[in-house]
């Protein structure tokens, strides 16, 4: 089989594997189709070489059927349409004794810290399983791990129906909050630099901006009657963007840090004090989550159709990750099946 594995200086390599048989506990699915993130451009620019160990066949957002079963594993069979909640915990820390099991001081990301869903067969603990319902089309499906993400965040700021809420970056995860914050009733504002993103940004029905030809402060003083925002999300990593968020905030209102931040940024703590501002950071997803999610794929609340723009096979992934972080495209999904047989 052919897999997609990062090899250190940005590079990926399409190289043949031999499949291993599901062990204990594992399920081995066969991959359908595999979203790329923004953490994964982050592993191929090397920000993580610290942590993964190379080669890494990367990928976390994916969708897929059951195609076998290691011994000990009930409740799953050959055939079922599942998804994957990439984490596994060690259930013993301090953060998992309280109940942060997604935060695990040892937690395992699967697709970062062992082996992704870049490859057509895949064996997986059989905890991480999510089942997807009769009738929902696997490419969509491969959004479920990105809108859980956005799922979390929302719930993370305690955002309730009616709330003023900033989207700081327009990209596939800011998007996704920006919808699923619409979902739980808020107005939403997204704030973003690249025009095509703010177009189709702006297709969806959002409110949009330039914080380069718009005093975006004025810009949400404005639309919020001179409150400011209830909810800021910064989502774009920029160090500018985390130093102009604090402006955005109500009084009392709420910053959630959404984006990996590679290095420390510079914060307005006079504005955090002056209005009692509160930071959250919010990392991964909850189980229930990941249930909402595949609840908003399956309904048509999420998009599928508008964000996902490019569907490429396995050997295209590298060219993938350029028209991705160029802004070409807003969401990219990985055929993992298309082209095997041709090229083994």
Same mark, same amino acid.
């Given at each position: 089989?052919?897999?997609?594995?990062?090899?250190?200086?940005?590079?990926?390599?399409?190289?043949?594997?031999?499949?291993?048989?599901?062990?204990?506990?594992?399920?081995?699915?066969?991959?359908?189709?595999?979203?790329?993130?923004?953490?994964?451009?982050?592993?191929?620019?090397?920000?993580?070489?610290?942590?993964?160990?190379?080669?890494?066949?990367?990928?976390?957002?994916?969708?897929?059927?059951?195609?076998?079963?290691? =011994?000990?594993?009930?409740?799953?069979?050959?055939?079922?349409?599942?998804?994957?909640?990439?984490?596994?915990?060690?259930?013993?820390?301090?953060?998992?004794?309280?109940?942060?099991?997604?935060?695990?001081?040892?937690?395992?990301?699967?697709?970062?810290?062992?082996?992704?869903?870049?490859?057509?067969?895949?064996?997986?603990?059989?905890?991480?399983?999510?089942?997807?319902?009769?009738?929902?089309?696997?490419?969509?499906?491969?959004?479920?791990?990105?809108?859980?993400?956005?799922?979390?965040?929302?719930?993370?700021?305690?955002?309730?129906?009616?709330?003023?809420?900033?989207?700081?970056?327009?990209?596939?995860?800011?998007?996704?909050?920006?919808?699923?914050?619409? $979902?739980?009733?808020?107005?939403?504002?997204?704030?973003?630099?690249?025009?095509?993103?703010?177009?189709?940004?702006?297709?969806?029905?959002?409110?949009?901006?330039?914080?380069?030809?718009?005093?975006?402060?004025?810009?949400?003083? $404005?639309?919020?009657?001179?409150?400011?925002?209830?909810?800021?999300?910064?989502?774009?990593?920029?160090?500018?963007?985390?130093?102009? $968020?604090?402006?955005?905030?109500?009084?009392?209102?709420?910053?959630?840090?959404?984006?990996?931040?590679?290095?420390?940024?510079?914060?307005?703590?006079?504005?955090?004090?002056?209005?009692?501002?509160?930071?959250?950071?919010?990392?991964?997803?909850?189980?229930?989550?990941?249930?909402?999610?595949?609840?908003?794929?399956?309904?048509?609340?999420?998009?599928?159709?508008?964000?996902?723009? =490019?569907?490429?096979?396995?050997?295209?992934?590298?060219?993938?990750?350029?028209?991705?972080?160029?802004?070409?495209?807003?969401?990219?999904?990985?055929?993992?099946?298309?082209?095997?047989?041709?090229?083994?």
């Amino acid at each position: 089989m052919l897999t997609a594995a990062y090899t250190g200086n940005s590079t990926i390599a399409i190289a043949e594997a031999e499949p291993a048989p599901p062990g204990p506990g594992q399920v081995q699915l066969r991959v359908a189709y595999v979203g790329l993130c923004g953490t994964d451009l982050h592993i191929l620019h090397g920000n993580m070489d610290a942590r993964v160990h190379l080669p890494l066949v990367f990928g976390h957002e994916m969708s897929g059927i059951v195609a076998a079963v290691g =011994a000990g594993v009930t409740g799953w069979t050959v055939g079922q349409a599942v998804t994957v909640m990439p984490l596994d915990w060690d259930g013993t820390c301090p953060a998992c004794l309280a109940g942060n099991q997604h935060i695990c001081q040892n937690l395992d990301f699967i697709g970062i810290d062992s082996p992704g869903a870049l490859q057509p067969l895949w064996n997986v603990p059989a905890a991480t399983l999510v089942a997807l319902p009769a009738g929902i089309a696997l490419d969509a499906a491969a959004l479920v791990e990105p809108v859980a993400v956005a799922v979390h965040d929302v719930r993370r700021s305690e955002l309730v129906a009616g709330d003023k809420a900033v989207v700081i970056g327009g990209g596939p995860i800011g998007v996704l909050i920006a919808t699923v914050a619409q $979902a739980f009733g808020a107005d939403v504002a997204v704030i973003e630099l690249d025009p095509r993103r703010r177009a189709q940004i702006a297709a969806l029905g959002f409110e949009t901006l330039d914080p380069r030809e718009t005093d975006q402060v004025a810009w949400v003083d $404005a639309w919020t009657s001179g409150v400011g925002a209830d909810v800021v999300f910064e989502v774009s990593g920029s160090a500018a963007a985390v130093l102009g $968020a604090t402006s955005l905030a109500k009084v009392r209102g709420t910053l959630v840090v959404v984006a990996i931040h590679p290095t420390p940024r510079e914060i307005d703590l006079q504005r955090l004090f002056w209005r009692e501002l509160r930071i959250l950071g919010a990392r991964v997803y909850q189980r229930t989550d990941f249930e909402r999610a595949v609840e908003l794929v399956a309904d048509g609340t999420i998009p599928s159709d508008v964000l996902i723009t =490019a569907i490429v096979p396995l050997s295209e992934t590298r060219a993938a990750f350029d028209d991705l972080e160029s802004g070409r495209a807003m969401k990219v999904l990985v055929d993992v099946q298309a082209g095997q047989d041709e090229d083994r």
